[in-house]
């Protein structure tokens, strides 16, 4: 009879052989041999996914990855009651306040990218702050037990945000810092080759959530004009694509953050508001599995608003900005 830590053990190990990502040894039982699969490993492919998403033509490219090599993937189809009961397993990292909880279906869903886009001062940078420290919670308290991924384009990351977060949750503030990893990106190349660095780091410890914020800033600025739009979004979809894989591949929540511009409308009256809408086109429209909306209110108040979801119904509400991270309007 095994005992209950064992017992536990076996569960844990059962539920990471259903839930985990599969390591790119395994394909070791599809025949690829262990110099190839090291290979494999150098290329940035350290799990069974990576290499599935992995176009056959990226993979001939490597040194002894034949055709016939490339055509192994032990991927297939599964019946939609598992990807349910997947699904009914999947974590949700809080936000901070109850209302931008409520309005997301419980919060931050993992294995998804969530997009959080709207002008200058509306709390996209702060959302992401308060994020990088709730995902550190226990499951049981709406975090994710792991670590956070922040890829900063703006310059806009402050560690002392995440101390004052911490410090309102109870939370030691050395150690919330330290399971933060941080990275600067300075152009839309740099900010692609950190996402294979990312996947290393998420295959050797505990990662539940990337934020990238944003993901458009250095493409509106490394692509200009029309004469570039077509390589900027095909740069921009390789770069999300990535973002899926990752979220995929790991199970992590993908939270970015988007910049907004003017929308002038030569149909309009001269009284119509100029809506915002988000920078990146139909390219990222298709990528972001959930749009969230966010707009200017009284004081330190914000709204946001379900702008696009798979599931979840149009409708807004309000939350705050607090010294202590993101929250819920004070009630008068």
């Not at 702060?126 to 308290?141: E, G, K, N, S, Y």
């Not at 739009?229 to 990752?246: C, M, V």
């Not at 910049?259 to 100029?274: E, I, R």
Request: charged share 20%; net charge negative; aromatic share 6%.
């Amino acid at each position: 009879m095994n005992s209950p830590s064992q017992a536990s053990q076996n569960e844990e190990g059962q539920e990471s052989h259903i839930s985990g990502p599969l390591l790119v040894d395994k394909l070791a039982e599809a025949g690829i041999s262990a110099q190839d699969i090291k290979k494999l490993s150098e290329f940035g492919l350290n799990t069974v996914e990576a290499v599935a998403y992995t176009p056959k033509k990226a993979l001939m490219t490597i040194k002894g990855i034949s055709e016939q090599k490339a055509d192994i993937i032990p991927l297939g189809f599964q019946s939609a009651t598992e990807v349910h009961a997947r699904r009914a397993e999947l974590v949700h990292i809080t936000s901070g306040s109850k209302n931008l909880d409520a309005l997301l279906g419980g919060g931050i869903e993992t294995g998804a990218i969530t997009e959080f886009f709207g002008e200058f001062r509306t709390g996209k940078s702060q959302i992401c702050h308060t994020l990088a420290v709730t995902c550190q919670l226990p499951v049981d308290m709406g975090g994710g037990e792991g670590k956070c991924l922040y890829i900063d384009t703006e310059g806009t990351f402050r560690p002392v945000r995440l101390l004052a977060v911490a410090e309102r949750l109870g939370l030691n503030g050395e150690e919330v810092l330290d399971n933060v990893a941080y990275a600067r990106a300075y152009n839309a190349d740099h900010q692609n080759q950190l996402l294979t660095a990312a996947s290393a780091l998420m295959s050797e410890s505990r990662f539940c959530l990337l934020i990238v914020d944003s993901a458009t800033a250095l493409y509106r600025t490394d692509f200009s004009g029309r004469g570039e739009l077509s390589a900027r979004q095909a740069h921009l979809g390789k770069f999300l694509r990535t973002l899926q894989r990752l979220a995929d591949e790991f199970g992590i929540a993908v939270v970015i953050t988007n910049q907004v511009m003017s929308n002038p409308d030569a149909s309009a009256g001269p009284y119509m508001a100029n809506e915002k809408k988000p920078v990146g086109g139909n390219i990222l429209a298709h990528a972001s599995t959930t749009r969230v909306q966010l707009k200017k209110g009284r004081g330190a108040n914000r709204q946001a608003k379900i702008y696009d979801s798979p599931c979840l119904p149009e409708s807004e509400t309000q939350f705050a900005i607090l010294s202590s991270g993101i929250g819920d309007p004070e009630e008068e």
